[in-house]
């Protein structure tokens, strides 16, 4: 018993330190990701015509917000589409990035689990499966869903450094084809 009591006393402060070095790893991830999305950090608003896969145009009014968290990075954007018929609608959506142990690829922190923990969704049961990735002063979002029949829905948000502001660049894909497209400009606020 008593060599028992010595290799536990000897054990707790070799974990306390391994505790201690990964939370310092995952600040130092954490930083480095408020850091890699710095300069996109503000609010920008535009407006363009979404081209549908059929040429039909609609109007639509754009905003995104990028922000710091504790842990990452936060994108919030709106879309307001007016319709031929007058109908206007608007969509809202906000997405907390943390860092995922590669670098500049930025997973989606969408639920918490059983142990509190921000995880990703799960696209075989119909959610999205999000990340993010900055390269070349371009913040990209990327969200997948996983149609009932297994095809695919990627939908692409480019959003690009510029003078004044950002250039968005958008993409619906489903299953290898253009469903819609956008390309316009976002002024920062």
Not at 114 to 119: D, I, P, Q, R, T
């Amino acid at each position: 018993m008593p060599a028992q009591r010595e290799l536990a006393v000897s054990v707790v402060p070799q974990l306390i330190g391994a505790l201690v070095l990964l939370a310092l790893a995952l600040g130092l991830l954490a930083s480095q990701a408020r850091a890699d999305a710095d300069p996109f950090m503000g609010s920008y608003a535009g407006s363009a015509e979404i081209t549908a896969q059929d040429g039909t145009k609609t109007p639509r009014d754009m905003s995104v917000e990028i922000s710091e968290t504790r842990d990452g990075f936060r994108v919030q954007w709106t879309s307001i589409t007016y319709r031929a018929s007058g109908k206007v609608s608007e969509k809202s959506y906000s997405i907390d990035f943390v860092p995922s142990g590669r670098p500049a690829v930025y997973a989606a922190a969408q639920r918490k689990n059983v142990f509190g923990h921000e995880v990703q969704l799960d696209p075989m049961k119909g959610e999205p499966y999000v990340w993010a990735r900055i390269t070349d002063g371009t913040l990209t979002v990327y969200s997948l869903f996983v149609d009932a029949e297994g095809g695919y829905n990627l939908q692409q948000y480019d959003r690009t450094l510029a003078e004044g502001g950002l250039n968005l660049r958008f993409q619906s894909i489903r299953d290898g084809q253009i469903q819609r497209a956008v390309e316009t400009f976002l002024t920062r606020k």
